[in-house]
């Protein structure tokens, strides 16, 4: 039981790193949608860069510098060009897709190397979402750049008119996503399954994506919701051992997105907007064109 | 009076344009200063460079008959000038307080939200408004959305307020009360407010002195003390307008429009109009005032056949059409005019041709074998064009490249082509500048002596005053009385439509 604990909350630390930065990313006002080919690249840098060196930390620093770059593609499409978001998001995903499958498949096995110690049995990655989840919330709410990033995101002209750098605000924003997306792919490749093969993120990158609407934009949600669905996850791949024979694991792994749905579904009820307001940054995939 | 800001021989041009013409502007400390003009007369390129946010080609800025320069934005606030947006440019989702210490230099590191506040507070008590510093923007009303946009330009120690058609989208009690305490404030605490509009009774009423721009030009420097409406029209338009025929729109013929206890639900799924009654002859303006939110964009939504009848009948010339749909109607002669000229009335990425189309595609006339007649249409377009003074170089023009006023005179020219026998024009004149407006309304009284009904709703109380034959004021979705010309001064009306809720507030 603690081991399936254990390794559940494993993969919720994936979805929750890759998700909070793209939460950060939504909160400025930018969606992208390639989170699942961000985490591809980062977990395939990783793979190949500590293989060849032997050397984990290495492994994260490519993955973080890939990461940083793919945000600085996305950032330039839809903030610089103004592009649609989703389309380069989904461009970022596609590219990514091939671009990992070709260059990893000469690596295709197990990353041979001993596994990342976990102080105190707890899994480290999850530690430092936790930490992160608890640092962004800081950010958001309690301090002026965090106020200027939620500004940026519902309002990017009110903000450029307070005199806050809408476009600079929004690439750290995006950068920030893109290098948690990619450790969060790393965190995959090196440490929960240290093996390379075909296309081994499956569809994590769009679970963690349900997960920041799921959030409605809250870290702290965001991390209850990373850890349910973490556990969701990981008894799917033996669902007998909670309810056996009930439902196959592909159900199980469906539902993340049926939970999100009904969700999404009460947030923009007019009786959720008129309690709460809107969850959504209003500015949420609009690119901003000055004046 | 010592002058604390002037401007000096600025000019900018624009591509094409001259947008400033050595123009020269006093203000002089203490008061409120009025900039004038009509759309495009240059009011917000000389505000943009007195904010820094456009550098003028020639000319300079004094302050306190200091020479200044402001390169940007934050030059001119941190000489202690603010400029006070249109509501837009705050964040919905923010609290009150968030949005004023937005941008503000001291929020560089971690918010220390509770120094703010009280700041904040005691600049609310200074000032005198009452304001829940914690509140949502969203949840409040344009009003106070306005007072949050001048806070946040004192908090930033702004002492000359620049606002920019502070009242455009307030309701008229609303603008009463911000322009009251804008005085107070001025006369006070020594702020100086400098105030760009097109809205003549606001420079009357509110301000101490008024430059008029015309055409890039200023055309007049005066006390308000010493002027006139009329001088000023004068001024900004270079001629007189006619104000149009005045009197009864003709001898009323046949009733045209009947209405029966109609009611419907609003957006939220509430009661929005609850039971409404009246009938319209041939040849009469029936003006609907109301302040926003009442139930009278339901009410011409429902006439339209956009919003279906909870209740209530709709009779046109006898024929019961409650459940007809929107097409049916156009074609049965109502014509609409929504209050939306660039969401509703037309597509801004069309052309002037296919917006006409939109109110013909169904006309036999202009549909041949399933296919519009585009040579038919772009020949009735131009007639409209020419017809109704739209300034435009060719029918093929995208909609979204006409002015306001010309817009709005394209959708006029467009409704009244099919000779309606029942017209709703919703808000008409809202945003027009003086030409444009006097033109709208000349149209709606030939539209009502060529035979039509019209059901005019309007926040404008002059405009309801001046047209309707008919007068109602609307509240809570509901007629609060059926005033004929005679009775119908603005002050009954405004208080039956504002004044009202006051009392009942009062009571309870």
Same mark, same amino acid.
């Given at each position: ?291 | ?291 926003? *939110?009442?139930?009278? @964009?339901?009410? %011409?939504? =429902?006439? #339209?056949? /956009? +919003?279906? &009848?909870? !209740? $209530? ?117 809202? *945003?027009?500048?003086? @030409?444009?407006? %006097?033109? =709208?309304? #000349?149209? /709606? +009284?030939? &539209?009502? !002596? $060529? ?58």
């Amino acid at each position: 039981m603690w081991e399936l604990a254990v390794r559940s909350l494993e993969v919720s630390a994936i979805l929750l790193l890759a998700a909070l930065g793209e939460l950060v990313g939504q909160r400025s006002g930018v969606l992208n949608v390639g989170l699942e080919g961000l985490m591809l690249f980062g977990g395939t840098v990783a793979f190949i860069a500590t293989q060849a060196t032997g050397n984990f930390p290495l492994g994260f620093a490519a993955a973080l510098a890939v990461g940083a770059l793919l945000g600085c593609a996305h950032g330039f499409f839809s903030i610089t060009l103004r592009g649609d978001q989703v389309v380069s998001g989904m461009g970022l995903w596609i590219l990514s897709f091939g671009l990992t499958t070709f260059l990893g498949s000469p690596y295709a096995g197990p990353l041979g190397l001993g596994r990342i110690e976990s102080p105190a049995g707890l899994p480290p990655f999850f530690v430092l979402g936790v930490l992160l989840v608890a640092a962004a919330w800081f950010l958001l709410y309690r301090t002026g750049p965090g106020l200027a990033i939620r500004s940026v995101g519902e309002n990017p002209a009110a903000a450029e008119a307070a005199g806050i750098p809408v476009a600079a605000i929004r690439y750290l924003c995006v950068v920030a996503g893109g290098v948690l997306a990619a450790l969060a792919g790393a965190a995959y490749t090196l440490s929960y399954n240290p093996v390379w093969n075909y296309n081994f993120i499956m569809g994590w990158g769009f679970v963690s994506l349900a997960l920041v609407f799921f959030s409605m934009w809250n870290p702290w949600i965001l991390l209850a919701g990373a850890s349910l669905f973490g556990l969701m996850w990981q008894l799917s791949l033996s669902p007998e051992l909670v309810l056996p024979g009930i439902l196959s694991r592909y159900v199980w792994r469906t539902l993340p997105f049926a939970i999100t749905i009904p969700i999404l579904v009460v947030i923009s009820t007019p009786w959720f907007r008129t309690r709460w307001g809107l969850a959504k940054p209003e500015a949420l995939g609009q690119p901003y064109a000055k004046g | 009076m010592e002058v604390v800001l002037a401007a000096r021989g600025i000019t900018k041009r624009f591509p094409g344009v001259l947008a400033l013409d050595r123009v020269d502007l006093e203000v002089p400390g203490g008061e409120i200063h009025a900039v004038l003009g009509q759309n495009g007369a240059g009011k917000t390129t000389l505000m943009n460079v007195l904010f820094g946010l456009v550098q003028p080609d020639e000319g300079a800025l004094f302050l306190h008959g200091r020479r200044v320069e402001f390169r940007s934005p934050h030059d001119a606030l941190t000489h202690g000038i603010g400029m006070v947006h249109q509501t837009r440019r705050l964040v919905a989702a923010h609290t009150v307080l968030e949005n004023i210490v937005l941008g503000h230099p001291r929020v560089r590191g971690v918010l220390s939200l509770r120094d703010a506040r009280v700041e904040v507070a005691a600049l609310c008590r200074r000032y005198g408004v009452g304001l829940d510093l914690g509140a949502r923007v969203w949840q409040l009303s344009e009003g106070e959305r306005q007072w949050v946009e001048i806070l946040k330009a004192l908090y930033r120690g702004a002492r000359v307020l620049i606002l920019d058609e502070p009242t455009s989208v307030l309701t008229p009690p609303e603008a009463a009360a911000l322009l009251a305490g804008l005085q107070a404030m001025v006369r006070g605490e020594g702020v100086t407010a400098l105030l760009v509009t097109h809205k003549l009774p606001t420079v009357m009423s509110a301000c101490d002195r008024v430059t008029v721009l015309r055409a890039g030009r200023v055309v007049g420097r005066l006390r308000t003390a010493e002027a006139t409406e009329d001088l000023l029209v004068r001024y900004m338009v270079g001629r007189d307008v006619a104000p149009g025929p005045a009197g009864p729109s003709g001898a009323p013929g046949r009733r045209v429009l009947e209405v029966e206890d109609l009611a419907c639900l609003g957006d939220r799924g509430v009661a929005a109009l609850r039971g409404v009654s009246f009938a319209l002859r041939e040849g009469e303006i029936l003006g609907i005032a109301g302040v926003a *939110g009442n139930g009278q @964009e339901e009410l %011409a939504q =429902v006439l #339209a056949g /956009l +919003r279906p &009848a909870t !209740a $209530g009948r709709v009779r046109l010339d006898g024929r019961d059409i409650t459940r007809l749909p929107p097409v049916a109607r156009w074609a049965l002669g109502v014509g609409y005019i929504p209050a939306e000229r660039t969401e509703v009335a037309s597509i801004g990425a069309f052309s002037l041709v296919d917006n006409t189309a939109l109110t013909y595609h169904f006309d036999p006339a202009y549909v041949r074998r399933g296919l519009l007649d585009d040579a038919g249409l772009a020949r009735l377009t131009r007639r409209i064009i020419d017809g109704f003074d739209v300034k435009v170089p060719h029918p093929y023009a995208r909609a979204r490249q006409l002015s306001g006023g010309n817009l709005q005179k394209m959708i006029l020219g467009r409704v009244l082509s099919r000779a309606p026998r029942v017209l709703i024009a919703h808000l008409p004149t809202q *945003g027009l500048d003086v @030409e444009a407006t %006097a033109f =709208v309304r #000349a149209q /709606l +009284r030939e &539209a009502a !002596a $060529g035979g039509a009904a019209v059901v005019l709703i309007s926040e404008d109380l002059d405009e309801i005053v001046a047209l309707g034959d008919w007068v109602a004021p609307i509240y809570e979705g509901r007629f609060v009385a059926w005033l004929g010309r005679e009775q119908a001064d603005p002050e009954t009306v405004g208080a039956m439509m504002a004044g009202r809720r006051r009392e009942w507030a009062a009571a309870r």
